[in-house]
Every structure is written in structure tokens, then in C-alpha cells.
């Protein structure tokens, strides 16, 4: 699961419980001012303290997604490696991309990754390749560990994608990239309806699957 972690301190162990695994927490900044100009929520301290609690009920791994942004939070990015550090948590760095209304906004805070991802090329005591998105884990000598997650433009990471994703308005979403194919979930459930029902639109939604990019 993603999350702004708005509720995840009172919910993480029933969220445990209920058969959830792995959770990410969208924290883009440490600084309570950046974190409000950002989220409009004036609270940070409630998204550490939901990472806290999922760490507690035992959810594993916790990532945190920062996305960089220039001249926003781009400076931060060596406080968040030692607080996911401290914390015991996976970093995932996040390259601001052209997604949904990114793309009015990318001139203005897009910031290249690639020399960061050299800096802890250098840094790290080993790196490890993810199969799904070939994407690397610096694994850093005091213990952190960092993924940079850059876009993806290239046929090879629609070849290993197996992922379905749950909006927030609770429609099935078969592609990261694309808002054309999604599928009604949630609203069967609140309405009662049986489990083949909600069954055929896990397969509806495979079935509507398909490669953004292509060879």
C-alpha cells in the first residue's frame, strides 16, 4: 500500500492483521515548512509517527517516497538518507516525472537524479538489482538503503510488470502510466456483492492490460 500516512498510526496493525505486508509512506520533506508547502498539511510529525507504528506492527519493508524537486526539497536528500537510516526504513528517491499533471510542472521542478545515483554508486558497500523494474538498491556502508527510481522509458520494465494498483477513488489501475483502462473495485464491495463479482474485476482488469512501451 501508498500512503500519506494521515491514518496509518491508529490503522497499522489492524492493516497487519487484515493481511498487509509492505506499506510506502509519502514523506517528501523533513522541514515543517517544505512538508506544508508541499502536502498542505502542517503536521509532518504524524507521517513519522505512522511509519513508526508500521515498523511496530511489523509491516516490512517500510519505504519512504520522497520526490525530489528542485529548489523545493532537492537539498534534503542527505537528512531523509540518515533519517530512513535511523528509522530502519528503505529510501526510495523519486525523480519528478511527466505523470498526470506533472507535466506542467516538470520545467519547473524537475531535477536529474543520475549524479546522485553516482554519488551512492561510490558510497555503497554493495548494490543489488530489483528484478521487476531493474532498478538498483545502494545498500550504504552505515546501513541505509537507497533506491532512485528514474522514469521509465523503455520496453523492458512493461516486460517484468505484474502489478495491479488501487486508486485512491478505488478503481483497479492495470498501467502506472496510463488513466484509460481503469476498473470499478471498490464500489462492489461497499455495495455487498459477491466475491466472484469483485473476482471478474481483478481479471477484467488484467485483461485490459497491455505494454506501454514496446520494443
Not at 116 to 123: I, M, N, P, S
Not at 147 to 167: D, G, I, K, Q
Not at 194 to 209: G, K, P, S, T, W
Request: net charge negative.
Amino acid at each position: 500500500m501508498t500512503t500519506n500516512a494521515s491514518f496509518l498510526e491508529d490503522k497499522a496493525c489492524s492493516l497487519k492483521e487484515a493481511g498487509l505486508r509492505r506499506v510506502n509512506v509519502s514523506l517528501h520533506s523533513l522541514n515543517p515548512h517544505v512538508f506544508e508547502e508541499i502536502t498542505g498539511c502542517p503536521d509532518e510529525s504524524l507521517v513519522k509517527r505512522g511509519v513508526e507504528a508500521a515498523l511496530r506492527c511489523g509491516l516490512h519493508p517500510v519505504k519512504l517516497n520522497m520526490v525530489v524537486m528542485k529548489g523545493v526539497n532537492e537539498d534534503e536528500i542527505p537528512q531523509m538518507i540518515e533519517f530512513s537510516r535511523e528509522a530502519g526504513t528503505v529510501l526510495q528517491l523519486i525523480e519528478f516525472q511527466e505523470l498526470e499533471n506533472g507535466a506542467e510542472y516538470y520545467e519547473r521542478y524537475h531535477a536529474d537524479l543520475r549524479p546522485v545515483e553516482v554519488e551512492l554508486g561510490e558510497r555503497a558497500a554493495r548494490v543489488v538489482e530489483r528484478e521487476l523494474h531493474r532498478r538498483r538498491i545502494y545498500h550504504l556502508e552505515d546501513g541505509a538503503q537507497v533506491e532512485v527510481v528514474r522514469p521509465m522509458h523503455n520496453s523492458r520494465f512493461c516486460a517484468y510488470c505484474t502489478r495491479l494498483r488501487l486508486t485512491s477513488d478505488g478503481r483497479l489501475k492495470p498501467c502506472l502510466m496510463r488513466d484509460d483502462n481503469l476498473v470499478p473495485f471498490v464500489e462492489h464491495m461497499r455495495a455487498g456483492e459477491q466475491r466472484e463479482r469483485l473476482v471478474e474485476a481483478f481479471r477484467e482488469a488484467v485483461a485490459r492490460r497491455e505494454p506501454f512501451w514496446r520494443d
